[in-house]
């Protein structure tokens, strides 16, 4: 194989996270794709941790069988994700969890896009419902001279993956079926 036909692996660190209101099944592809950035959370998070997803599994052991158990999937589970960003004016992270306080605000679907060292997408990862959960404001040290981070936990109700441009047409194409489907 030629080194100019290597396929490496792609750096972490270049990477877009964008939150969208959650008021229909496509909504949060719809936002992105009439590109309306009012109810959208935007932002250069540092890091995104969390794009776990885990098979719980059930475990028998029939009798007369004693060299081996069986296990059977039952439920998936996604891991909580984890957003850390430098402390801005714009407190949009500590809006969204304190609106839930006053019932003024919505889940929130998410894109996560990986960009490859083009910066062209590589993967995008889909959550459905976000919901936050524990919000960490920045920790505070007259001796330290560091950047004030904050950072927000969600929950969430699913992680779809899509890989490359093919997946990004695949959602906009659904985006594009759920607006007609208004009409």
């Not at 030629?2 to 396929?7: K, L, T, V, Y």
């Not at 475990?59 to 909580?80: A, C, H, I, M, W």
């Not at 430098?86 to 929130?108: C, N, P, S, T, Y």
């Not at 062209?120 to 950047?147: C, I, M, Q």
């Amino acid at each position: 194989m030629a080194i100019g036909d290597r396929d490496d692996p792609v750096n972490g660190f270049n990477f877009a996270i964008s939150l969208m209101e959650s008021s229909s099944p496509a909504a949060g592809v719809t936002t992105l794709v009439l590109n309306t950035l009012t109810d959208n959370i935007e932002g250069g998070f540092n890091e995104c941790s969390g794009l776990d997803v885990m098979l719980e599994v059930e475990e028998f052991k029939p009798g007369g069988v004693n060299d081996r158990v069986l296990k059977f999937p039952t439920r998936v589970s996604y891991g909580k994700l984890v957003l850390k960003k430098g402390l801005v004016k714009d407190q949009a992270l500590m809006k969204w969890i304190a609106g839930f306080a006053e019932g003024k605000v919505k889940r929130r679907d998410g894109l996560i896009t990986l960009l490859d060292a083009k910066r062209e997408t590589h993967t995008v990862w889909k959550f459905k419902r976000g919901l936050p959960v524990k919000y960490t404001g920045p920790r505070l040290n007259a001796t330290d001279n560091s950047v004030a981070f904050e950072s927000i936990e969600i929950e969430h109700e699913g992680l779809e993956l899509m890989s490359g441009a093919s997946g990004l047409t695949r959602a906009i194409r659904s985006a594009a079926d759920g607006i007609a489907s208004l009409f």
